[in-house]
């Protein structure tokens, strides 16, 4: 099992920063891949970007040049940097990781004001 904790949501206006944080815990030797997702309100969750064990991302088109996905050097935190923020930005941000399963953080909420 693995156990993901995020931090780091919060209000900021349009144009802002925020960093958010996921903090994986439990048995990550299995993980293959970890990523951002996110949900607004009344809409599907939608993936924002992934970073796999090798080191490739990937964002979704709408957050390319805004969004930065990393890790730290053991590979269980990963980082979400949100630059330029859009009110279309806001939503519930989950982290997840997939080693055998998916799995899901508690998520994050992150609202942009305009």
């Known amino acids: 099992q693995v156990q993901l904790v995020e931090s780091g949501g919060g209000l900021v206006q349009a144009g802002g920063s925020l960093r958010l944080s996921c903090a994986a815990s439990?048995?990550?030797?299995?993980?293959?891949?970890m990523g951002w997702y996110r949900q607004a309100p009344g809409k599907q969750r939608e993936l924002v970007a992934t970073l796999s064990r090798s080191g490739s991302t990937d964002y979704e088109d709408s957050v390319k040049g805004r969004f930065t996905i990393s890790r730290d050097n053991a590979k269980t935190t990963v980082y979400l940097q949100m630059n330029s923020l859009k009110t279309e930005d806001t939503a519930v941000y989950y982290c997840?990781?997939?080693?055998?399963?998916?799995?899901w953080g508690q998520g994050t909420q992150v609202t942009v004001s305009s």
């Open positions: 997840s990781a997939v080693g055998g399963q998916i799995y």
């Open positions: 439990g048995t990550t030797f299995s993980v293959r891949t």
